[in-house]
Each structure stands twice: as C-alpha cells, then as structure tokens.
C-alpha cells in the first residue's frame, strides 16, 4: 500500500514503505506538525491572498496564528482552498486571525473563507491594526470559515477583573448568587447613541454607585439625579388672603443690619397668606413637604401651629376650586425676639385637583392659632417656607 496523506497534509506511510528514508520523512512530518502550531504575518494591502496547503512541503495555510498586516486599498480576501496533492481534501482546523491592517478612515472589508465559500468579515475597530489589533479565534470546518469568537461567553468569579496592558485593574466584577439580572450594552447605528441598560426583568433599576462622597459625572459636570429638590418661597412672594390674610410686615433689626421681610400671622386667629408656582415639569406629581423658616414675635415659647393646602390647576381649568387636605406642622417658640427658626419637614402634603405636567398651582400657608394646641401668645413672622418635591426627569424639557 502506498502512503497517503491527511488533509493537513501530513503523510501516512504504509507499513514496509520508505525504506532509506523514513527517518527523513518522518522528520518532515514532524516539522509539518509544528507548523499547523506556528506563526505568519501576510500582507494583504494590494490584493487577495489564497492560502496554500500542499501535502508533504511547508505553507502558509497550514499556520495556526496568522497575523494579516498592510494598508488596505480596495477589498481583501484571504481564501483557503482544498488541500492540494493526491488526495485533495478539506482542510478541518482552527486558526487565530490577528488583523492588524489599516482600514481607519475607509469602509474596506477584509474577508477570510474557504474558496468557494461565503466566509466571514473580520470585525474592524475604527483605527489602525498596527496599533489595535483585533484577534479572531475562527475554525474551517470542511466546507467554511465559522466565527468561534463572536458569541463567547466569559465567566468570573466575585473579584476577579480585566488588565490594562500594566496588569492594572480596567474593570472588576462581583457575583450575586442566583442573579437574574444583568448589566446589557447596546451599539448604536449612525446618529443615535450606545445604551447602557437592564436585561433581565421587567420594570428594574441600574444602579451607579460613585465610591464614599465620589459624584457621578458626565465629563467634568456633576450628573443631576432624579430625586428631592426644593424651592424656597420667600415671604416676599406671598400675599395675605382677602379674608383673614396675613399681614405683611418689615422688621428693622438695627439700623443697616438685616431686616426681616415677613408675613405676620396673628395669635388669636387663623390667617392666610398665598402664593403660586408653576411647578417644574420634571416634578414627579405625587405629593410634597414643607419646612416653615420664621421669627418669634415675643419671648413665648409655646406651640405655634403651620398648616399648608395645595391645588393644582390645569389649563382651562377654573381657579375658583377647593385646596387639597392640609398638612400641619408644630414648633415651640425659641425665645428670643428676631431669632431665626425652622419647623421640621412636615409631612406629606397631597395637591388637590389631579396634578398633570405644566400645571399652575395655588399654595395655601396659614397658622392655625384658632386651635386650641397653638398656645404661642406672639405674632409668628413668616420668612418664607422650603418646598421639597421628587424628580422622576433629569430636566424640566
């Protein structure tokens, strides 16, 4: 029986064949064997390159690694054919492409197959090999190139990361037992951006965690995040109702020193001061809190008793309309006459008339001095009130 070969084109000899020259063939062999292991830059800059496989001799085709290199001036491909020599076969192995070719700049393809065949388009980065090589673990599998690479799936235990080209930490990972829910990045075509999103179940956060006081930024800038904000409403922006208002006053401290603009609530009967805001659109319409910021009109120290009621107001809609359920906050008397005070935040505080986006709402601020707990004997000197409302927007566009 006469010798033969695999489609690696390593030959098998027949027993009782070569004799005399065995050893040398055999070494052959051997050598051949390594190359199927070994390294070949091609360069595929000016024109297509077709790989050889020839049974019993050396070739390119035969290389595990093989680095492709060249500034591309048109469309490439690198084809394998069927072993050549007797008999031709398919060639089944696996190959590490590394593309290191320049493409920046161009919509170039580079194409690996066997002939014949359809291929694979090796995946290009927006910027030159030589620099950035992009490596691909494919296999021919008797009829074509098949992509290994492009759906691998890599596991990591709690701890473990990916380097810098320093062995540094680039990015690190933890493990959740059981984890149902993953971080998913999306690519994005031309004019639209990449998404950073949840895939998992539905209706779920993801979470950005800055280290200690660390802020999450966008370049330089701090990220503004949806949550509390507030608006302070001076005293200056109120008015004292038509009926049982409020007075407003002005309290000289001493002379060229900070005066107290306020609105002054009686201690014997309800009164009311208004104001209105058109809320911020990024206000998520549920409900709001409120701290009271005033003065004692006297040295008393008892309780004095704020209340505020909303209503919103969409348009068309009328104004002459009942305010939302009041919320009420207590704080005593400090003591001293044109001390600074502020009420705790009270709480929540429901806006009447079904809030909606663009709305014009009518706050109402009074002091409930006709209840028996009020029991402050001074004027209370509104300065202003704090709102505190909660963002679901990162703006009011």
Same mark, same amino acid.
């Given at each position: 029986?006469?010798?033969?070969?695999n489609?690696?084109?390593?030959?098998?000899?027949?027993?009782?064949?070569?004799?005399?020259?065995?050893?040398?063939?055999?070494?052959?062999n051997?050598?051949?064997?390594?190359?199927?292991?070994?390294?070949?830059?091609?360069?595929?800059?000016?024109a297509?390159?077709?790989?050889?496989?020839t049974?019993?001799?050396s070739?390119?085709?035969?290389n595990?690694?093989?680095?492709l290199?060249?500034t591309?001036a048109g469309?490439r491909?690198?084809?394998?054919?069927?072993?050549?020599?007797?008999?031709?076969?398919?060639?089944?192995k696996?190959?590490?492409?590394?593309?290191?070719?320049?493409?920046?700049?161009s919509a170039?393809?580079?194409?690996?197959?066997?002939?014949g065949?359809?291929?694979?388009?090796l995946?290009?980065?927006?910027q030159?090999?030589?620099?950035?090589?992009?490596?691909?673990?494919?296999y021919?599998n008797?009829?074509?190139?098949?992509?290994?690479?492009?759906?691998?799936?890599l596991?990591?235990?709690?701890?473990?990361?990916?380097?810098?080209?320093?062995?540094?930490?680039?990015?690190a990972?933890g493990?959740?037992?059981?984890?149902?829910?993953?971080?998913?990045i999306?690519?994005?075509?031309?004019?639209?951006?990449p998404?950073?999103?949840v895939?998992?179940e539905?209706?779920?956060?993801?979470n950005?965690?800055?280290?200690?006081?660390?802020?999450l930024?966008s370049?330089?800038?701090?990220?503004?995040?949806?949550?509390?904000?507030?608006?302070?409403?001076?005293?200056?922006?109120?008015?004292?109702t038509?009926?049982?208002g409020?007075?407003?006053?002005?309290?000289?401290?001493?002379?060229?020193r900070p005066?107290?603009?306020?609105m002054?609530?009686?201690?014997?009967?309800?009164?009311?001061?208004?104001?209105?805001?058109?809320?911020?659109?990024?206000?998520?319409?549920?409900?709001? @809190?409120?701290? =009271?910021?005033?003065?004692?009109?006297?040295?008393? *120290? #008892?309780n004095? $008793?704020?209340g505020? /009621?909303? +209503?919103?107001?969409?348009e068309?809609? @009328?104004a002459? =309309?009942?305010?939302?359920?009041?919320?009420?906050? *207590? #704080?005593?008397? $400090?003591?001293?006459v /044109?001390? +600074?005070?502020?009420t705790?935040?009270?709480?929540?505080?429901?806006?009447?008339?079904s809030?909606?986006?663009?709305?014009?709402?009518?706050?109402q601020?009074?002091r409930?001095?006709a209840?028996?707990?009020?029991?402050?004997?001074g004027?209370a000197?509104?300065?202003?009130?704090k709102?505190?409302?909660?963002?679901d927007?990162a703006?009011d566009?």
């Amino acid at each position: 029986m006469a010798s033969s070969y695999n489609n690696l084109g390593i030959e098998l000899q027949a027993t009782g064949e070569n004799a005399g020259t065995w050893g040398t063939k055999t070494n052959t062999n051997l050598d051949l064997i390594a190359e199927t292991w070994g390294y070949i830059s091609i360069d595929v800059a000016a024109a297509d390159v077709t790989l050889a496989m020839t049974s019993g001799a050396s070739s390119n085709g035969r290389n595990y690694i093989l680095e492709l290199t060249g500034t591309l001036a048109g469309n490439r491909v690198v084809d394998i054919p069927a072993q050549a020599g007797s008999p031709a076969a398919n060639i089944e192995k696996a190959f590490i492409v590394v593309d290191k070719t320049n493409r920046s700049g161009s919509a170039y393809s580079l194409t690996f197959k066997v002939t014949g065949a359809t291929g694979i388009a090796l995946r290009a980065l927006p910027q030159d090999k030589s620099s950035y090589p992009v490596t691909t673990f494919v296999y021919d599998n008797g009829t074509d190139i098949i992509d290994a690479s492009k759906d691998v799936a890599l596991n990591f235990t709690n701890g473990q990361y990916i380097a810098d080209n320093s062995g540094n930490e680039l990015v690190a990972f933890g493990v959740t037992a059981s984890a149902v829910n993953e971080v998913k990045i999306t690519n994005a075509a031309t004019g639209n951006g990449p998404i950073v999103g949840v895939s998992g179940e539905t209706n779920t956060d993801l979470n950005l965690n800055p280290a200690g006081s660390g802020v999450l930024k966008s370049g330089t800038a701090p990220v503004k995040i949806a949550g509390t904000e507030t608006i302070f409403v001076p005293a200056q922006a109120m008015f004292g109702t038509t009926t049982n208002g409020a007075d407003a006053q002005a309290v000289e401290t001493t002379a060229l020193r900070p005066e107290l603009k306020v609105m002054d609530f009686d201690p014997s009967t309800r009164e009311n001061a208004q104001f209105s805001i058109a809320m911020p659109k990024s206000w998520n319409l549920g409900t709001v @809190t409120y701290q =009271v910021f005033w003065s004692p009109g006297n040295t008393n *120290t #008892d309780n004095c $008793i704020f209340g505020l /009621e909303a +209503v919103a107001t969409t348009e068309g809609d @009328t104004a002459d =309309v009942a305010f939302g359920t009041a919320v009420e906050v *207590t #704080d005593a008397g $400090i003591g001293t006459v /044109e001390d +600074v005070q502020m009420t705790a935040v009270s709480g929540a505080v429901t806006i009447g008339g079904s809030p909606a986006d663009d709305d014009y709402t009518f706050f109402q601020l009074y002091r409930d001095a006709a209840d028996g707990s009020d029991t402050f004997t001074g004027d209370a000197r509104v300065m202003g009130i704090k709102l505190f409302y909660t963002t679901d927007a990162a703006n009011d566009a």
